[in-house]
């Protein structure tokens, strides 16, 4: 698409020495973002190290924005899909890392696990102990335990996540529910037994399920992004807050904060 000329004399002010200069045009270029076509990559080109630099950071926001959007996708679908809800998650938090390394060790984890033909809890405890992943309770104070990309690596994660994963490794993933029980999330095989992740994992007998709380893979997403948006605001880091609370309610705007208390909301 061929950007307009009043867009084009617009980004040619990113060579300007005064960076205050330079933000306000980045704001203004990123208001019209449906009509920058190729002009990011074309300045990206650039023979002046400040446009470079600049055109740099405009596609970096616009990276953002797009990752912000396609959570929101995710999270609005009835059955959306969880392995790159996953890795959508694990990009809110460490927005840096590389996405396509991050999907490459995600599908080759995934790989390795329908490999080895999961069809019972019972198969699915002795690989999730084989490759040795503890699960710790869902909290807000350690954040990377909703991040895949960290899970992965350390071996610990949340357990509503592990449970979810689980599940989508089983050969027939269909029949295998996410439910909370006593306070713990499990993986029910809808007859009667549950896999507890808590120790060494174990495949339980259960006699009734009228205690049990369901959970569907979207509320799992949903639940960890909002997980994020708490521990964002628990570390105090106004630019978390402010972008996971737009990838939860796919509110692009600033005002989305404007219902917080202050600092994050206006003060009375």
């Known amino acids: 698409m061929k950007t307009s000329d009043d867009i084009e004399k617009l980004s040619s002010l990113l060579d300007d020495e005064d960076d205050d200069v330079a933000v306000n045009v980045l704001a203004l270029l990123l208001e019209r973002e449906d009509e920058l076509g190729d002009l990011p990559g074309r300045l990206q080109e650039s023979e002046h190290p400040l446009v470079r630099k600049r055109a740099h950071q ?8 797009k990752r912000r959007r396609e959570f929101f996708q995710l999270i609005s679908q009835e059955q959306p899909d969880f392995v790159s809800g996953l890795v959508a998650l694990h ?26 033909g999961l069809e019972t809890l019972d198969d699915a405890r002795r690989f999730i102990c084989r490759c040795g992943f503890a699960s710790e309770l869902d909290s807000t104070l350690r954040p990377e335990n909703y991040c895949i990309g960290l899970i992965l690596s350390q071996k610990t994660g949340a357990a509503s996540l592990l449970m979810g994963l689980i599940k989508v490794l089983m050969r027939s993933p269909e029949k295998f529910h996410i439910v909370r029980f006593c306070g713990a999330f499990a993986l029910f095989d809808g007859e009667s ?76």
């Not at 840096?96 to 599908?107: A, I, Q, V």
């Not at 174990?202 to 399920?209: L, N």
Request: net charge neutral.
């Open 193 to 268: 037994s549950i896999l507890l992740s808590q120790g060494d994992w174990r495949v339980c007998k259960v006699s009734s399920v009228a205690d049990f709380e369901y959970f569907s893979l979207r509320d799992l997403l949903h639940c960890a992004g909002n997980m994020l948006f708490s521990a964002a605001v628990n570390s105090d880091s106004f630019r978390y807050v402010l972008t996971i609370a737009q990838s939860l309610s796919g509110d692009a705007g600033d005002e989305i904060l404007s219902s917080m208390p202050y600092p994050y909301g206006p003060g009375k």
């Open 91 to 116: 990009l809110l938090w460490f927005d840096r890392d590389n996405r396509t390394r991050l999907e490459k060790e995600l599908l080759s984890f995934i790989s390795s696990a329908r490999k080895c």
């Open 58 to 65: 405009l596609q970096a926001a616009l990276t953002f924005r």
